[in-house]
């Protein structure tokens, strides 16, 4: 007799069948440089972990000893059951050290999307999207219920068309990732803004993989464009860079009140757990100290691609440490992740519905944990590979 949850036995055999179900690898050490990787010691090219924080003395060190002093969970959401001083100590770092007026943190990033988005706008309202946005930015899009109109990757151009072409709305938003995370390529957040000035409209950017990589010492995109108080929301998140986990929204002390009162993630859901904030305070310390780690991360992200280069390899139009090795068809590039790993180096295949087909890569990011060695340990493989399949 059927059951109705059949339709999902059938949907998985179909993921298996078009070669697109995903098996999720397992892991038993911390982020780093190598993981333990289904009982094997491989060299990690896979993770966000750009600075090498995810395991880090100082930030487990602060973790423990909060952890000590204010418990793990906060409980309940914050305008329920108060706020600990520790989140609030690590609001006003942040907006510190992105020059902001006030910061306010969520859960994750993508928390941050969903709750900004709709507080900011509605049914009569229109957004101006990116068409290679994050996920999490198109479903804040879609709770928000104002109308959506996307425009062609990086092409201000086609803002301008599509914002001219737009009939009158109510309040209208710019949104656009900081750092795309499949090319690695940035957005031209400058001519973004003037296109908000002309027109008045609000401008966002989502710093996801500019946080701890772009500007001076990690500030971020608008940062690297100096374009401080000119964007009037910039989401990021602790998830990355930052080796722990969170999200965050900074702008004006006035968007953040207003946030406080309208964002339901904020005010449905539970805030980060007390180690997670300590974690994250002690990141935004050790930044705000020395830009050792992501001088460090960009000077072993030119290394490799310059090798990847002198190599061969196509790496796309990366500006960043993300470097697409693009290799066309997608069981290539599953192929190559697979003789890749047989080598000792985790590196990602990513294929259609991710990226547009012919376009499949394979997709290394670069992190300041690497140590010049683990850097010629993976230009080796890739050349051995590279060669064993025909692509160089
Ligand atoms: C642009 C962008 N926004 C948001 C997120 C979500 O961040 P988090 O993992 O903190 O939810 C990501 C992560 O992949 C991202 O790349």
Known sequence: MSHKLDWIETELNNLREQGLFN????????????????????LNLCSNNYLGLANHP??????????????????AVRSIAGTTSLHLELERKLAEFKKVEAALTFQSGFNANIAVIPALVGKGDVIFSDQLNHASIIDGCRLSRADIVAYAHNDVDDLRRKIADTKEYGRRLIISD??????????????????????DILLMVDDAHGEGVLGHGGRGIVDHFELHGKVDIEVGTMSKAFGVVGGMVAGKQLLIDWLKQRARPFLFSSAMTIPDTAACLEAVNLLAESTELVDRLWANAETFKNGMKALGFNTGATQTPIVPVMLGEAPLAQQFSRQLFEEGVFAMAIGFPTVPKGKAR????NSAAHSPADLETALAAFERVGKALGVI
Not at 28 to 37: I, K, M, R, T
Not at 178 to 199: N, T, W
């Open 23 to 42: 098996t999720i690898r397992a892991l038993n050490s911390p982020q780093g440089a190598w993981l333990e990787v289904d009982g094997r010691r491989v």
């Open 58 to 75: 100082r930030l487990k060190d602060a973790a423990r000893a909060a952890l000590d002093r204010l418990g793990i969970g906060p409980a």
């Open 178 to 199: 900081g750092v795309f995370s499949m090319d690695g390529d940035i957005a031209p957040l400058p001519e973004l803004y003037a296109v908000a000035e002309e027109h």
């Open 362 to 365: 394979i997709r290394v990011m």
